[in-house]
């Protein structure tokens, strides 16, 4: 039986992104493109599908497919982006990291000789540290959260540029080379070195994009690799983490029509039934074709199996995003103002559950206290995508059920490790618990990727009166969300709704739009361009006026040429006997006067004429200057302000 699928009773009235599970418990989503993030809180029931939206602050700068942790101290960290609110490709050189106690969002440095982080592979490190790989070369860099500071990595092999990288149990960071054919390499901490990690039995890399589906790692500890090209590979990790390891062949997905199916840049997530849900679109090797429909699919290990689509799946792939939340269920969000969530069928082994050591019998409300446990990060990072996104949800979320029956979660952070299936090793966590509980007895449980451990009784103290019945039995904690036997469809009037929030989604995006406008550097532009116009305005009236000069003065030297050749031959033509030789001199002096005074007054004309011309051109290109400046001025203001707008409405 597959599992099923249902909307969110109250969907985001945004284009929802990526999704990020904070260690209290809700869920932080981005605008797609956008500076904007929402929370997600579950009711006091626990349930996230009756959840509630509230606004966050904005981050700093727009983003798009961009490196994103939940840090061990429980901040959120995000560096890189492929675009910054418009639609050119900018490969965004910044960070920043979100503390969701103090809702606030602060600017990080970023690798020092980096000028692009873009969408940047990533993955969190077991001793909590972010690694981040290079766009454009073989360069690595490694954040450290508590200074918030860089240090140079190893060099890979090949640049990671649209790699997908697991963390796999023994630490290592397994990716398959995107620029290298079938090669595979790692990262090994202990060595602080990339190494060969063998070589895949098919090619999962589509050539002509360089892309690649998700890397999830499976309870059984194999790492399961989704390719591009409809063929998927299953990784073994070796007794000694700097061995290569063994790669076998996975299940192929199935045709779609003529085509194969494959996924070209997408999400994958493990299920607490140990499946991982993954998607694919058709493929047809070609390098900006990114098909449609997503189809979606589980892996029980041996088999793809086809699962119902969500409403929500009309976009190619590469939209969509994972979450794996506390309630044992998947969310799943495509870039539009619709989030479903999956409910898979089956129960987790009870060897995966996290394991608490050392229960407190009481509970302080608004106190802190550090929990003993084995299994705390689960087997896996879970919620998996790529270069693209990375959502990691490898750490312990702590919930309480309440005597009065409501679900509490509380705020975990300084976590002893972020490594993956931990098996036997003590872990801890500090938990913080809200000062608004109800006094009395409860149930506390940690939760790993959505599988919960076996509940321990703690008696609340300290917190508020519960109203009712004082001899209430213990609660029982709310048991993993079970699936439905029907699955979702839209509607007319899930239609209707959906319509009426794309024009917010369509809000937001011209709000970030506007946001990442230039408007200084195009005005400044702007006034060089007038300036350069005027100049070579100016530079023409010069020029024009010496031709005018030169013609004029070429033409009066005609003229005096032509008035004594005709002089000259009047006088040789004249006849020679008096008085008719007088009157024919006379006759010919006279014409020559008068051609000399006509000739000297054209060309006082000509230069008076060509000196008005420029005059007047000087002045239109001066007057053309100053319009130019005004409305550069005007456009850059106008320009200004609505950003300045944009900003305050959309903050």
Not at 241 to 260: R, Y
Not at 277 to 295: H, K, M, Q
Request: aromatic share 10%.
């Amino acid at each position: 039986m597959a599992g099923s699928w249902q909307p969110l009773k109250n969907q985001p009235a945004f284009c929802a992104s990526t999704m990020l599970l904070l260690t209290d418990g809700t869920i932080l989503c981005q605008q797609q493109n956008g500076r904007q993030w929402w929370r997600l809180t579950p009711d006091r029931f626990g349930s996230y599908v009756r959840g509630t939206w509230s606004r966050i602050s904005s981050m700093n700068k727009a983003r798009m497919y961009y490196a994103s942790a939940v840090l061990a101290d429980g901040r959120v960290f995000v560096a890189g982006g492929e675009n910054n609110g418009g639609s050119d490709e900018v490969e965004l050189n910044a960070a920043e990291v979100y503390d969701p106690v103090a809702d606030a969002w602060m600017d990080l440095p970023t690798p020092a000789g980096w000028t692009q982080m873009g969408d940047a592979s990533s993955s969190l490190l077991s001793d909590g540290r972010v690694l981040v790989g290079n766009l454009n070369d073989q360069r690595t860099a490694i954040f450290q959260p508590g200074p918030d500071t860089w240090s140079a990595g190893p060099q890979k092999n090949d640049k990671s540029s649209e790699e997908s990288w697991a963390l796999l149990p023994d630490g290592t960071v397994l990716t398959v080379e995107c620029s290298n054919g079938q090669q595979a390499e790692k990262f090994v901490p202990g060595s602080n070195q990339w190494v060969s990690a063998g070589q895949t039995p098919s090619v999962l890399v589509e050539t002509a994009s360089s892309e690649i589906g998700p890397a999830v790692l499976l309870p059984d500890g194999r790492c399961f690799f989704v390719g591009a090209t409809g063929k998927t590979a299953l990784y073994t990790p070796p007794a000694v983490p700097s061995d290569l390891g063994t790669w076998a062949a996975g299940p192929d997905f199935p045709q779609a029509g003529k085509l194969a199916m494959g996924a070209k840049d997408a999400p994958g997530c493990l299920l607490p039934n140990g499946h991982c849900l993954c998607v694919a679109g058709p493929v047809d090797g070609t390098r900006d074709n990114y098909l449609t429909p997503t189809s979606f699919f589980e892996f029980d290990g041996t088999n793809l199996i086809r699962v119902p689509d969500p409403p929500n799946n009309g976009a190619a792939p590469y939209n969509g995003r994972f979450l794996i939340i506390p309630s044992g269920q998947a969310l799943f969000s495509a870039g539009t103002p619709e989030i479903y969530v999956y409910t898979p069928d089956l129960s987790p082994n009870d060897a995966w559950r996290p394991m608490i050591l050392d229960c407190p019998k009481t509970v302080q409300a608004g106190s802190s206290f550090v929990l003993n446990g084995r299994q705390f990060n689960g087997l896996s990072q879970a919620s998996m995508y790529g270069d693209d996104g990375t959502m990691a949800t490898n750490y312990p979320i702590v919930r309480l059920t309440t005597s009065g029956g409501h679900i509490v979660f509380c705020r975990t952070l300084n976590h002893s490790t972020m490594a993956v299936a931990t098996g036997n090793a003590v872990v801890h966590t500090t938990v913080q618990v809200p000062p608004l509980l109800e006094n009395g007895p409860a149930q506390l449980v940690v939760v790993a990727n959505g599988i919960a451990s076996t509940a321990c009784p703690v008696t609340v103290i300290g917190g508020q009166t519960s109203k009712g019945r004082s001899n209430r039995k213990p609660p029982v904690p709310d048991p993993m969300a079970k699936s439905r036997l029907g699955t979702a469809v839209r509607g007319v009037a899930g239609a209707i709704g959906l319509g009426v929030r794309y024009i917010s989604c369509g809000f937001y995006y011209a709000c970030n739009w506007a946001a990442q406008l230039t408007c200084t550097q195009t005005a400044t532009t702007a006034y060089a361009q007038c300036t350069q116009t005027r100049d070579d305005g100016y530079s023409k009236c010069t020029q024009t006026a010496d031709n005018g000069y030169n013609q004029c003065t070429q033409t009066r030297d005609d003229g005096y040429n032509q008035c004594s050749q005709t002089r000259d031959e009047g006088y040789n033509e004249c006849c020679t006997w008096w008085p008719c030789s007088w009157a024919c001199d006379a006759w010919v002096w006279v014409s020559n006067v008068v051609c000399v005074a006509w000739t000297w007054i054209s060309n006082v004309v000509c230069v008076a004429w060509t000196w008005i011309s420029d005059i007047v051109c000087v002045a239109w290109t001066w007057i053309s200057y100053v319009v130019c400046v005004a409305w550069t001025w005007f456009v850059a203001t106008v320009c200004k302000a609505f950003t300045w707008v944009m900003k305050q409405i959309c903050s």
